[in-house]
């Protein structure tokens, strides 16, 4: 089992950054992908980022392409998703998520998530 606890989330201005973090516990985290999604208000959660058990390979949904970058510290037990050039549509709860496999990540069924950080992004 996986414990996930995000931070970082805050109210920025278009154009800002910001850096979510995401601490895990429990299971054997280096064995594990991770990544990112988001819900914003009406929408259905979404797929953002993820990384593989060997934080070497990634993949990012086309829109924050160049502009946000997930990486992880298997020795810290974290994940991180630089977030930069941010823009209004970027406003969601952000979520970290979890699971052994990544394509099950990349699909969009993760095992375990953590209950969201909100990142604001104002015009």
């Known amino acids: 089992q996986v414990q996930l606890v995000e931070s970082g989330g805050a109210l920025v201005q278009a154009g800002g950054s910001l850096r979510l973090a995401c601490a895990a516990s429990?299971?054997?985290?280096?064995?594990?992908?991770t990544g990112w999604f988001r819900q914003a208000p009406g929408k259905e959660r979404e797929f953002v980022a993820a990384i593989d058990f060997s934080g070497t390979v990634t993949s990012y949904v086309d829109h924050v392409k160049g502009r946000f970058t997930i990486s992880k510290n298997n020795a810290n037990k974290m994940v991180y998703l630089q977030m930069n050039s941010l823009k209004p549509e970027d406003t969601a709860v952000y979520y970290c998520?979890?699971?052994?496999?990544?394509?099950?990540?990349?699909?969009?069924?993760?095992?375990?998530w953590g209950q969201g950080t909100q990142v604001t992004v104002s015009s």
């Open positions: 429990g299971g054997t985290f280096s064995n594990y992908a």
């Open positions: 998520a979890a699971d052994a496999s990544y394509s099950d990540l990349l699909d969009r069924r993760p095992d375990y």
